[in-house]
């Protein structure tokens, strides 16, 4: 276990003093990532879970999420598609209350939106 001053701490493997593997790291605030380390950073398959009760599950690279990641805000609404350097960008699944939606982000911003039919959902695409 390598403990921070701050409160912080982290439990998982170590190589050539750098967190490198799998690992679990506690953030002062209550916050707390599960999975795989690159040289202290998030970088691989993990699971992010903020003290609110916001989870992301899915892909990270140096620290941000990148790749194929599933968001669930605390009240279960979930969104599951491409992240790159932390920001959402292109096609999203969007669950919410039982009715889903495309969501299309450009640079984490919606450009567009559409609500349609889970008979019409891809299975690998629901969050």
């Avoid at 390598?2 to 002062?28: A, H, L, P, R, W």
């Avoid at 691989?44 to 989870?55: A, H, L």
């Amino acid at each position: 276990m390598y403990n921070y001053s701050s409160g912080s701490y982290y439990e998982g493997d170590i190589v050539d003093d750098y967190f490198t593997g799998k690992g679990k790291f506690y953030f002062y605030n209550g916050d707390v990532y599960d999975g795989e380390f690159c040289e202290d950073k998030f970088h691989g398959f993990g699971k992010y879970v903020y003290k609110s009760g916001d989870t992301y599950t899915g892909y990270f690279e140096n620290d941000e999420f990148h790749g194929i990641g599933t968001y669930t805000f605390k009240n279960d609404v979930k969104e599951k598609g491409k992240y790159h350097k932390g920001k959402r960008v292109g096609k999203f699944v969007h669950l919410e209350n039982e009715v889903y939606s495309i969501v299309i982000y450009n640079n984490d911003v919606i450009s567009f939106s559409e609500t349609m039919d889970p008979v019409n959902v891809p299975v690998e695409k629901l969050p």
